[in-house]
């Protein structure tokens, strides 16, 4: 735990130092997943980073790309790639977007920030996987504020008709989108009722619980599996948890200061 733990600290930081060269948004977007992917990638996926492309490997969409700072630290840390591309995020002459792309690096295995696709691209490559006799996972990892997308609720009827049991969902409930508190914008409650009502084997965790993110993924399940991982919105800084404003702001060079000192 100690590990992971430091690992998340280091990744806040390569999030925050990205945002603030670039001048970029969404650093509490990116924050309130950092322990999710963390476990995802050294503790659950079935991956090889010297070979990113195998086919049986364990594939993850992160459908609210926008967050893609968090994925691009993680993938360098995890050695998809060397860390200072991470100085070329979304600068001139750059070579990582501001929202996922996955032929700038290895390791992404979709493109994403357009919200409400990355579910139904993942419904598909859990279908393409059962033709091909591959059992590998598909993981997507959606924001609560795409729920509001009515294209979402459509993949999420389809998969328990096709028993897609290799197929798993995160919702990143962190409770704040782009206007306002999730539930005042378009109320999702009873989100887990809701989804049970859909045939998914739904389970809620607190979303920065390493030992609570793994226990979930590595349930075993005859049906697709939803996890409800509750976070909190620029987690790990002060001045950003909770806070709307992080969704767009940059940290200048004092915010970004603080911010450190806190991780450190």
């Known amino acids: 735990m100690k590990e992971l733990t430091e690992l998340a600290k280091g990744v806040r930081r390569d999030i925050l130092y990205m945002n603030h060269y670039s001048n970029a948004s969404h650093s509490g977007s990116a924050l309130s997943i950092v322990e999710i992917l963390i476990t995802l990638y050294f503790r659950t996926l ?34 998809f790639f060397d860390k200072s591309v991470l100085n070329k995020f979304y600068i001139d002459d750059g070579i990582i977007p501001g929202h996922l792309d996955m032929e700038s690096v290895p390791g992404i295995d979709c493109s994403a920030g357009s919200l409400g696709h990355g579910l139904s691209i993942g419904v598909g490559m859990a279908i393409a996987n059962r ?10 990892m959606i924001s609560d504020g795409e729920l509001n997308e009515g294209s979402i609720w459509e993949p999420l009827l389809l998969a328990p008709h096709l028993k897609l049991d290799k197929l798993i969902v995160i919702v990143d409930y962190n409770k704040i989108q782009s206007f306002g508190l999730t539930n005042e914008v378009i109320n999702l409650e009873p989100l887990n009722s809701k989804l049970k009502s859909f045939n998914w084997d739904v389970i809620e965790i607190n979303g920065h619980n390493f030992p609570e993110i793994e226990k979930a993924l590595n349930k075993k399940t005859d049906i697709p599996k939803m996890i409800i991982a509750h976070t909190i919105k620029g987690k790990g800084v002060s001045f950003m948890e909770n806070k709307l404003e992080w969704h767009y702001r940059s940290p200048d060079k004092k915010l970004l200061e603080q911010a450190l000192a806190e991780l450190n």
């Open 46 to 79: 079935n991956i090889d980073p010297k070979n990113p492309a195998m086919e049986n490997r364990d594939k993850f969409i992160l459908s609210k790309g926008h967050a893609s700072t968090a994925l691009y630290a993680v993938l360098a840390a995890r050695g």
């Open 131 to 140: 033709y091909k006799m591959i059992n590998s996972k598909v993981v997507v």
